[in-house]
């Protein structure tokens, strides 16, 4: 048996022995699944504290002789603790675990209104597989590369590029994303029409704060923080139904209308070629299009979509960030709205921050200059396409009768429920069996269908599969 005995003094970055943190018989070890017995047994530890962070996992040839298993079985689930952002591996210097156990605080007024701004999402005791939307894959995040382009950057700046600068942008980081959305995404933009902004959320916020409409359609379903957010400014967003081809524009009677053409939330489906025709034919008309194209590089099935603004430079306010490439803890993003507004944005910058920090948008450029961005954007987008296909391959086997829509791209799906029950239950159900989920009807103005967004990035094959079966043991076949 490997087991604790006694109180664990564990030396931050010494190895240690399997008995010291395990509590797994071999004996109980199942005929199939030793690779994810053995994760969870290690996932256990760590949240337990068994292995705190700077603890070097034993060698694997070590564990696996005192588990009676295959050396390939550890060397899997130290991969799946490295992928899951748990560990580190080192050349000579073993696995590590990099992750604090989480802790939850106490309570406090600053918690309970920290609350008041979040989705009302089920309680989070009991849940220990986060399907939410939106979240990419964090582990991912090019630590070397990032790194190396910020010792590069430290080496050739000057003191000049660390004071107070345009509230736009650093000219480098401009041009480079200039560039970068022309070759990608079509966007026709000079260095000087682009805004660095801390995310979509300020592009909603700076343009909330300079329209001239207090009026603005907004997708019906879609993204609930984008509505809240122009709302938290005065402008009243107004419902406009979605379809198969994707927002229906006929049913617009406002000036200006956020959606997301290329790939629309939730539901996953591509602005038609009439429909975007018969949209920028509505803009031309003095309106305004505001463009979120916020996964615009997660594609798996299909070509990418030109933006809408390379048609319409003069007509739509284009926004994107590197909240689901990099990470949304980077605050990184970028608008770029018709030149007749700039003034009136860079004023509201301005007053609103003063500029993003300079440092992370030097190293971000450098990154795009280098192709270090594209590589990691080709690694991600490879292991994403697993993380789909195994979420894919188990709701068909778990829940059959479930239509998924919206595969094709992005970082999550959405499945249409048989049945009338409604989604805020089912999430409920999905909750109480440790399985977060966001019900459609989050994200719509009007009644509809029932509906489940389940995000997949964040999560690698083994526990998507494990959220699948959940579902189907609560929502049945």
């Known amino acids: 048996m490997v087991r604790v005995e006694g109180p664990i003094r564990v030396r931050p970055g010494g190895p240690i022995s399997g008995s010291d943190f395990l509590q797994l018989r071999p004996g109980d070890a199942p005929a199939k699944g030793l690779t994810t017995w053995l994760t969870d047994g290690l996932r256990a530890a760590v949240a337990a504290g068994r292995l705190t962070t700077g603890t070097r996992l034993p060698p694997t040839r070590l564990l696996a002789a005192e588990l009676d298993v295959s050396r390939g079985v550890v060397v899997d689930a130290y991969q799946r603790l490295i992928d899951e952002g748990l560990a580190a591996a080192r050349t000579g210097a073993g696995t590590t675990i990099i992750a604090r156990p989480q802790v939850r605080d106490t309570p406090s007024d600053r918690r309970r209104s920290l609350d008041t701004l979040r989705l009302p999402l089920p309680p989070a005791d009991g ?40 509230p736009g942008g650093t000219p480098r980081l401009r041009a480079e994303l200039a560039g970068w959305l022309a070759r990608t995404r079509g966007v026709r933009a000079e260095p000087d029409d682009v805004i660095v902004v801390n995310g979509v959320a300020q592009a909603l916020a700076l343009l909330g704060q300079t329209l001239r409409t207090r009026r603005i359609a907004v997708e019906d379903p879609g993204s609930r923080g984008a509505r809240d957010q122009l709302a938290h400014w005065g402008v009243r967003p107004e419902p406009v139904p979605v379809d198969a081809e994707g927002l229906v524009v006929g049913a617009l009677t406002q000036d200006a209308a956020v959606l997301t053409p290329a790939h629309q939330f939730p539901t996953g489906v591509v602005l038609g070629p009439a429909r975007r025709r018969a949209l920028l034919s509505w803009a031309a008309e003095g309106r305004l299009i505001i463009e979120d194209d916020y996964d615009a590089e997660h594609r798996y099935d299909r ?69 270090d961005y594209e590589r990691h954007l080709r690694t991600v987008r490879t292991r994403q396409r697993r993380r789909r296909d195994a979420l894919l391959g188990a709701l068909a086997r778990h829940l059959p009768r479930a239509r998924v829509m919206g595969v094709a791209a992005g970082l999550h799906l959405l499945i249409m429920m048989a049945g009338d029950e409604p989604d805020i239950a089912l999430a409920q159900r999905a909750a109480a069996a440790g399985v977060l989920v966001h019900p459609l009807s989050w994200h719509r103005m009007t009644p509809g269908p029932p509906g489940l967004i389940l995000g997949y990035a964040a999560n690698p094959p083994d526990r998507l599969a494990e959220a699948a079966r959940r579902l189907g043991q609560v929502m049945g076949p």
Not at 130 to 158: C, Q
């Open 303 to 371: 070509a990418p979509v030109a933006a809408l603004q390379g048609s319409a430079p003069d007509h739509v306010a284009y926004a994107g960030s590197v909240s689901k490439s990099l990470a949304p803890g980077m605050r990184l993003g970028w608008l770029i709205a018709p030149r007749r507004m700039q003034p009136e944005l860079l004023a509201a910058k301005h007053d609103s921050d003063l500029g993003n920090p300079a440092l992370p948008q030097l190293v971000l450029a450098r990154l795009l200059a280098t192709g």
């Open 127 to 166: 849940i220990d597989l986060d399907l939410s939307p939106g979240v990419p894959d964090l582990s991912a995040f090019p630590r070397t590369a990032w790194l190396r382009a910020e010792r590069a950057v430290l080496d050739e700046i000057t003191a000049a590029d660390l004071g107070y600068g345009d």
